[in-house]
């Protein structure tokens, strides 16, 4: 595969990509032949940049998009989130991480770091949908029959261990600290190590959840985790907002990663701003999550960007912190590389994941940095072409299915309002 | 003119319009016979809501997007902005003006208070793209000729006024009260009483501007403006963040209009957000503001609601706070209200500025709440027309003159370069 006359920091290059890979990457002023076939695809010179990792969604709520909104946090949990994913079957499920991975190309996302229930579903959607997947055994287990969830974790580790597709990740996902039982949090911890798994929780969202720990545990959620093993250099911790001093360096200390969620951190009104220049200075990797539908309410990497960039300057009084190179580095290297995936730059050896940038859009107009402009400006009709591990998986903001997925999608929020 | 079939909260209907105005609305039910003509457009069963009202801007500034950004506000300002402003010729001015009306136009504004120079090139661009502007006389005038700047401001008024174009209102905008001299700021608060104009100043953007203000004038900021006549029902005060209760009280007892900029506040780290809360508690009309080009980066007001909207429940700590009905309100009804405009409704005896909104969309699907849709979810691609008082400026995407304008556009970014 060639994807030719592609802009690469205004240098017009040729990519040469075998197996996924990026194999060579030629300026065209020093072309040598390129044999025109099927296997060529044409950049017209447009702006080539790497693709993002979205590090913590739960993918299916796109269902419940526009569903309960402007609410204090129990109730809406309690009385719109919850009951209405209570009626939500796996074919749902199916559906609604369609929608999701269709919007996630649509915006130059190729991988996603999922937390949800009917995982076969989530497999399903996503492999069809050609997109990479880290998709997790997800539990709950307080008020709940342990043992029973044990055998289903065994059950769902070994199904999916045995698909066979380098595109899928499988990680262990206790939900948080406060939903889980310490009996399931010991045998996560296991679980995890025994087969070298990567843990995917959140962690620190709240106040409350750092007070009641400290009061139920005697320890700080960070110490808490760890002491279940829980803490390794596979571990990604989504909103990790309320962490102390100590809490940032154990962390670092232990190699795991954090997934901001800037917008969904806003509305849910979390009552602090994640902490992203003390996480910087003490070496903690930092990466970008959109978290669910339901407290976003999309899946768009480039606007969480902006959120997260100007939450930064506004929170912390610093209208250099967290440049827009920065940041689109925070959403697509530093995210590929918490789950061992070598993409995020576009270079000799790395994954084939980028974007063909639209040209001649007015949010890109004039242009002066393409970086600003994907952090600041755009909006959501700002990709032409996305590939993923080298496969072209939207040509020209084509996607195959676009229409059925939606038309599903609608069908199924119908059951929602009756 | 007739929009037929528009779904109006769920109400197939049919709306029509005479001398820009909606003149009746009858449920397609409940329909007579329509005769079909070249001023009949079929909203083919679309949602339609009212459009955006822009209450505070520097357009042409979409000439510098992303050319300087993570600076601290001086050097960012006196190394960057400023200097390639003083590169900017009317013409350029011109069609910077008109890439602002373009972006504006395609994420649903149809109205825009500009506070910028080359009035006469703003006006043109604006008229040929059939939008509604409110268009100021602007300066400062620390460090220059505050009689030849009242002599150009005489000028300029007679120029304006004689325009016969019922879109465009004239304002008077003193940049700033520590931009301006007293001498100018008293002057232009009797011109705007004897020509009975609206007013646009910059208010309390920062703590700075508060403090020197009591230090050199043993005022705050609004009470000083308020001693020049310059807070009046026809005030506009962008920002307005740094204001205390006896201000919010001042303004509300003035029927002045605060316009909140959220994005730019953010990226400019003003560190401290605009308080809603109180602005509704006194009962001052809040409207909603994109900034210019330069600390945004982009004119779409759907962004800035979400900015707007999050922002609230995050700093103010609560999640019910500014809800995606009234965010949609601020950004629409509230601006027309401001100046004098009867739309942000679509009722009978209301303008005709409404977008019909593009269907199947996946950042609408399922689509359960409209306001949530736009709010908290669309990016810049949900526009499918625009009606700008009963004129169809966008018809199915399509803007005339629109790679032209982007053209020029790069074309001009070119003398920040060399």
């Known amino acids: 595969m060639i994807v030719k006359n592609a802009d690469l920091n205004g240098v017009i290059s040729d990519i040469f990509i075998k197996d996924?890979?990026?194999?060579?990457?030629?300026?065209?002023?020093?072309?040598?032949?390129?044999?025109?076939?099927?296997?060529?695809?044409?950049?017209?010179?447009?702006?080539?940049?790497?693709?993002?990792?979205?590090?913590h969604t739960h993918s299916a709520m796109t269902l419940l998009r526009g569903y309960a909104d402007?609410?204090?946090?129990?109730?809406?949990?309690?009385?719109?989130?919850?009951?209405?994913?209570?009626?939500?079957?796996?074919?749902?499920?199916?559906?609604?991480?369609?929608?999701?991975?269709?919007?996630?190309?649509?915006?130059?996302?190729?991988?996603?770091?999922?937390?949800?229930?009917?995982?076969?579903?989530?497999?399903?959607?996503?492999?069809?949908?050609?997109?990479?997947?880290?998709?997790?055994?997800?539990?709950?287990?307080?008020?709940?029959?342990?043992?029973?969830l044990i055998k289903e974790l065994d059950d769902t580790y070994e199904r999916v261990s045995a698909i066979d597709n380098p595109n899928i990740i499988f990680t262990i996902a206790p939900h948080a600290i406060y939903t889980v039982s310490e009996k399931m949090l010991k045998y996560s911890g296991k679980?995890?190590?025994?087969?070298?798994?990567?843990?995917?929780?959140?962690?620190?969202?709240?106040?409350?959840?750092?007070?009641?720990?400290?009061?139920?545990?005697?320890?700080?959620?960070?110490?808490?985790?760890?002491?279940?093993?829980?803490?390794?250099?596979?571990?990604?911790?989504?909103?990790?907002?309320?962490?102390?001093?100590d809490e940032i360096k154990l962390i670092a200390d232990r190699g795991a990663t954090v997934s901001h969620n800037p917008i969904s951190n806003m509305k849910l009104s979390v009552g602090k701003a994640f902490d992203y220049r003390k996480m910087k200075n003490a070496n903690v990797r930092v990466t970008l999550g959109t978290d669910g539908c339901s407290s976003n309410n999309n899946l768009n990497m480039a606007e969480s960007m902006k959120f997260a960039s100007i939450l930064q300057k506004f929170a912390y009084n610093d209208p250099a912190l967290m440049s827009a190179e920065e940041c689109f580095k925070i959403a697509s290297f530093n995210g590929a590389e918490a789950f061992g995936i070598k993409a995020g730059k576009i270079e000799k050896g790395y994954d084939a994941d980028f974007l063909v940038l639209k040209s001649n859009i007015y949010d890109m107009t004039p242009g002066f940095n393409v970086y600003s402009d994907i952090v600041y400006s755009v909006g959501n009709n700002f990709v032409d072409s996305v590939f993923c591990k080298g496969k072209l998986i939207m040509e020209h903001g084509k996607i195959e299915g676009e229409d059925e997925i939606i038309s599903h999608a609608k069908k199924i929020s119908k059951k929602f309002i009756s």
């Open 191 to 245: 679980f995890a190590k025994d087969h070298d798994l990567f843990i995917h929780t959140h962690l620190s969202e709240t106040k409350k959840e750092y007070d009641d720990c400290l009061r139920d545990h005697g320890m700080k959620p960070a110490f808490y985790l760890d002491s279940f093993g829980l803490l390794t250099e596979k571990t990604m911790l989504a909103h990790s907002v309320w962490l102390d001093d």
């Open 20 to 55: 996924g890979i990026i194999t060579d990457i030629v300026a065209v002023d020093k072309r040598s032949n390129i044999v025109d076939s099927e296997n060529v695809f044409d950049a017209e010179n447009k702006k080539v940049v790497p693709s993002f990792f979205n590090t």
């Open 70 to 148: 402007d609410m204090p946090l129990n109730p809406w949990l309690s009385e719109k989130i919850w009951p209405a994913e209570a009626k939500l079957v796996p074919e749902d499920v199916y559906w609604g991480t369609k929608l999701a991975c269709l919007e996630m190309i649509k915006t130059g996302t190729t991988f996603f770091n999922d937390m949800y229930w009917c995982i076969d579903s989530i497999i399903k959607a996503a492999t069809e949908m050609n997109m990479r997947l880290a998709v997790s055994a997800t539990f709950i287990d307080i008020g709940k029959d342990t043992d029973k």
